[in-house]
């Protein structure tokens, strides 16, 4: 069952604005991340937050979580059309460190 | 070496046949998932290996059996598969510390086909 739920689903940006796209999850978890696919292939991980943290930076990506909401954000700057992809956050299922559940995902679309 | 390599990349088979699939990676990582997608929807978890032995499995049909030889191999062994099962199927790995599972990393996918 999926753990996460993302909104928006889809998401249309020109190149160089900001894309943020938020995850809400029903249960206490350890970790949660943030991965990108292209077209139906491989997911790509983009960053772990631990429960412990409240924000993550890695490049233009910028990751928050609000355990006391169950929500996690995750902020692209300056996107590009390169950043077109679908984005799921997944999260850990609290007592089981490695079982992880993805969200619904949200389409991106950035517009040259 | 920081990949997963799946393969094959795509198989069609019917619905009488065996197939399996495999996935490998060199990373040291002692935990290896599989999981399923389909069409326009995230992956779904199937079985999860720790140090080569079997610790979840999500209530997957025993027409999906998976195997673990080593620490760096993981197959998905398919049985009298139906139309439905059709999917991307994803491997994937992360390293197990106290803190629980690292970021995996994916292969690419196998494309399946029952017909």
């Known amino acids: 069952s999926q753990q996460g739920e993302e909104d928006p689903q889809a998401l249309s940006i020109q190149e160089g604005e900001n894309a943020t796209m938020n995850c809400s999850y029903k249960?206490?978890?350890?970790?949660l991340q943030w991965y990108r696919q292209n077209s139906g292939r491989g997911l790509v991980h983009l960053i772990l937050?631990?429960?412990?943290?409240r924000e993550k930076h890695s490049g233009r990506l910028r990751v928050t979580l609000d355990t006391s909401k169950k929500s996690s954000s995750l902020l692209i700057t300056a996107s590009r059309a390169a950043d077109t992809a679908s984005y799921f956050c997944a999260t850990d299922a609290g007592g089981n460190f490695n079982k992880f559940y993805f969200g619904s995902g949200t389409k991106l679309n950035v517009k040259p | 070496d920081t990949e997963v390599t799946q393969t094959p990349k795509h198989l069609v088979m019917g619905m009488t046949n065996k197939k399996s699939l495999k996935c490998e990676q060199h990373m040291g990582h002692r935990a290896m998932y599989w999981y399923k997608q389909k069409a326009k929807k995230p992956p779904e978890l199937m079985f999860v290996y720790s140090y080569e032995k079997l610790s979840i499995n999500e209530s997957v049909p025993s027409r999906f059996s998976p195997e673990c030889p080593n620490s760096s191999l993981l197959n998905l062994h398919l049985h009298a598969l139906q139309p439905e099962d059709s999917a991307l199927y994803l491997c994937?790995?992360?390293?197990?510390?106290?803190?629980?599972?690292?970021?995996?990393?994916f292969g690419s996918g196998t494309r399946l086909t029952v017909v």
């Open positions: 937050i631990r429960s412990n943290e």
């Open positions: 249960t206490s978890i350890n970790n």
């Open positions: 994937a790995s992360s390293p197990l510390t106290r803190q629980g599972a690292g970021g995996y990393t």
